[in-house]
């Protein structure tokens, strides 16, 4: 077979995994084993078809259920249609880790339960800090105008001494 027949050459809309995924798995898979880019291609294309027909297949069987979005048990039937039974008990494992691995994330995206400090305390101690920061709020607006004031007070200070001094300086002159 030549490389055209094993390898067709790839249209823009044709959908394929990342060279760079297959590339990882097959330096993961045999990491004392040279490939060559043909033998990567074809492994790429049979990557690609396999995909298609399980999805293919798996939409079959959500079609025949009236569905509209194919689920897990449709892609785990497809495999069994299509004889594929050895590679269903792996898909099954997989799914389970999956979803023990999501069940674990929901679990510990819920943070007020893992403090481990009751609701109501959580929310005393929120009050304290807004009260807090309330308190610091109007200290800062109370040494702003205390500031502003001591700044008019001078500088009404400064104009009648001013002032004072044009007078003493006007009587000087007679």
């Not at 027949?5 to 790839?10: D, G, H, I, S």
């Not at 590339?23 to 043909?38: C, F, Q, T």
């Not at 027909?53 to 509209?68: D, F, M, P, T």
């Not at 497809?78 to 674990?104: I, M, P, Q, S, W």
Request: with cysteine; hydrophobic share 35%; net charge negative.
């Amino acid at each position: 077979m030549s490389h055209d027949e094993l390898c067709p050459p790839a249209d823009d809309d044709d959908l394929t995994l990342p060279r760079a995924s297959i590339n990882k798995m097959i330096k993961e898979l045999v990491p004392s084993i040279r490939v060559a880019n043909d033998s990567r291609e074809l492994i790429l294309n049979c990557c690609t078809e396999f995909i298609h027909l399980i999805s293919s297949e798996a939409n079959e069987v959500c079609n025949q259920r009236n569905k509209k979005t194919i689920n897990a048990e449709h892609v785990l039937e497809a495999l069994d249609r299509l004889g594929f039974t050895d590679y269903k008990n792996d898909a099954e494992a997989v799914l389970n880790d999956c979803k023990a691995v999501a069940a674990k994330r929901r679990r510990q995206s819920t943070r007020l339960e893992n403090l481990g400090i009751p609701e109501e305390e959580l929310l005393r101690q929120q009050q304290e800090l807004f009260a807090k920061a309330r308190e610091e709020q109007a200290a800062a607006e109370q040494a702003q105008w205390m500031m502003a004031a001591v700044q008019q007070s001078t500088e009404a200070m400064h104009k009648k001494m001013k002032s004072q001094l044009e007078e003493d300086s006007d009587d000087d002159e007679y």
